[in-house]
């Protein structure tokens, strides 16, 4: 399995990877929390999608969730210093229990790095809302209002905005002008957000690692064109991205037949600007695509919010060798700041390895990245994961400075355990 070779390689070359690292990282804007969902085919290891705004922290192991009240208090020590009163600054989708605990433990996470935190929604509400979350425990959720270029929760102005609402809806009115720091920041929302950009800063520093380390870079790498003119009612368009969906086909065709790689390919056609799982369909030949049905057409027409889909992307789809309790599995894998901060495993025992994972019906499972502090040449399996999402870490630093958001103060420091 590539996943021991990689493992074997990274230690082999730790310190020349340590080095590279941490040059490539100078001066980029790093934000405060990130996820990333890797599959793991046997042939390749990739993230898949990167999430800046990640909701289920609730399902990290408890082990990192412990750890993880370390490293919050050391991102805040070297980077806000003098922040206490913070905003957790939610969806407004109030009916689905599960994203409630998700910001139930990072509101407990915060508070437990002894940080003053209000939860509140981008808006203004005439009294608080309390909601329940699956675990069963209640959630009391404020309004939010602007006082000159400053935003107010609870009657306390705020030093600083964490943003778990993934700003879909751009909310142009109530960031206007804004002083108050927002992180991860508005601009980096998916109202702006694109995730062919994501993905072409991935696949040039996968590239570039796998390089370094002695292995092939289709190992690290996840094949990711962008099709933009997309209107799910046009023929004219379909075909045309069926068209484009042939070419990808065969390039990996050859690709694969070249490596021996005994796998008939298929993508996943994506919407470049989503999330939840939403806008997401398989393909394995375009000819699927040219005789899509209305059910198919039905499920890309609408993202997030009822908002239409304008562009997809065309991704390699990435097969799971993993199981977990004989169910398809695929790890998750956070980071707060710079640090890898937990994890776990998507499983689904209704969907095959060629299938995408998170949909209804997904269970989570217990995988650990602190095992890494532990012993680094011993758990390859986090270690390569681990070293994925760090890859996709410094992919969304650079789609940061595509949008000229730059803060020398977010640098990493060197002292750090991977």
């Known amino acids: 399995m590539i996943q021991d070779e990689i493992h074997r390689q990274i230690v082999a070359h730790l310190d020349k990877v340590d080095s590279w690292f941490r040059k490539e990282r100078q001066g980029l804007f790093f934000p405060f929390y990130s996820s990333f969902d890797i599959r793991d085919s046997g042939f390749k290891v990739a993230p898949v999608d990167a999430n800046i705004f990640p909701a289920g922290v609730n399902n990290i192991c408890s082990t990192d969730l412990e750890n993880a009240v370390g490293t919050v208090k050391s991102y805040f020590q070297r980077h806000y210093p003098h922040y206490k009163d913070i905003i957790l600054l939610t969806e407004e989708h109030t009916q689905n229990p599960y994203y409630w605990d998700n910001v139930r433990t990072l509101f407990n996470l915060l508070q437990e790095a002894e940080l003053n935190v209000v939860v509140?929604?981008?808006?203004?509400?005439?009294?608080?809302?309390?909601?329940?979350?699956?675990?069963?425990?209640?959630?009391?959720?404020?309004?939010?209002?602007?006082?000159?270029?400053?935003?107010?929760?609870?009657?306390?102005v705020a030093d600083l905005v964490i943003s778990n609402n993934d700003f879909s809806d751009a909310y142009r009115d109530w960031v206007h002008d804004l002083s108050t720091p927002i992180?991860?920041?508005?601009?980096?929302?998916?109202?702006?957000?694109?995730?062919?950009?994501?993905?072409?800063?991935?696949?040039?520093?996968?590239?570039?690692?796998?390089?370094?380390?002695?292995?092939?870079?289709?190992?690290?790498?996840?094949?990711?064109?962008?099709?933009?003119?997309?209107?799910?009612?046009?023929?004219?368009?379909?075909?045309?991205?069926?068209?484009q969906v042939d070419d990808v086909l065969a390039n990996l065709e050859k690709?694969?037949?070249?490596?021996?790689?005994?796998?008939?390919?298929?993508?996943?056609?994506?919407?470049?600007?989503?999330?939840?799982?939403?806008?997401?369909?398989?393909?394995?030949?375009?000819?699927?695509?040219r005789s899509w049905s209305y059910k198919s057409r039905k499920k890309m027409k609408a993202a997030k919010g009822?908002?239409?889909?304008?562009?997809?992307?065309?991704q390699e789809g990435i097969p799971s060798l993993l199981k977990s309790e004989g169910a398809t599995a695929e790890p998750t894998i956070y980071m707060i700041g710079c640090q890898l901060a937990g994890g776990f495993l998507r499983t689904h025992g209704d969907k095959s390895p060629r299938e995408n994972l998170n949909s209804p019906?997904?269970?989570?499972?217990?995988?650990?990245?602190?095992?890494?502090?532990?012993?680094?040449?011993?758990?390859?399996?986090?270690?390569?994961?681990?070293?994925?999402?760090?890859?996709?870490?410094?992919?969304?630093?650079?789609?940061?400075?595509?949008?000229?958001?730059?803060?020398?103060?977010?640098?990493c420091h060197s002292k750090e355990v991977y």
């Open 120 to 156: 509140a929604m981008p808006r203004n509400l005439s009294q608080p809302i309390v909601v329940q979350c699956a675990s069963g425990t209640m959630l009391t959720v404020y309004g939010s209002e602007r006082k000159g270029d400053q935003v107010i929760a609870n009657g306390k």
């Open 306 to 314: 009822g908002r239409d889909i304008e562009q997809v992307i065309i």
């Open 361 to 411: 019906g997904a269970v989570f499972r217990r995988l650990c990245v602190s095992d890494l502090k532990v012993n680094v040449a011993g758990h390859p399996m986090e270690n390569v994961y681990g070293w994925a999402a760090k890859l996709g870490f410094l992919a969304i630093a650079r789609e940061a400075k595509i949008h000229q958001i730059t803060c020398p103060s977010f640098v």
């Open 255 to 289: 690709k694969y037949k070249q490596r021996k790689i005994d796998t008939k390919p298929f993508v996943f056609i994506k919407n470049n600007s989503g999330t939840y799982g939403l806008g997401v369909i398989q393909a394995e030949t375009g000819d699927e695509i």
């Open 183 to 243: 992180n991860p920041p508005h601009s980096l929302g998916w109202h702006q957000r694109k995730k062919d950009e994501f993905f072409k800063e991935y696949n040039q520093l996968a590239d570039q690692f796998c390089h370094l380390i002695g292995v092939d870079p289709l190992w690290l790498t996840v094949e990711t064109q962008v099709f933009k003119s997309f209107d799910i009612n046009d023929e004219k368009c379909r075909l045309e991205l069926a068209d």
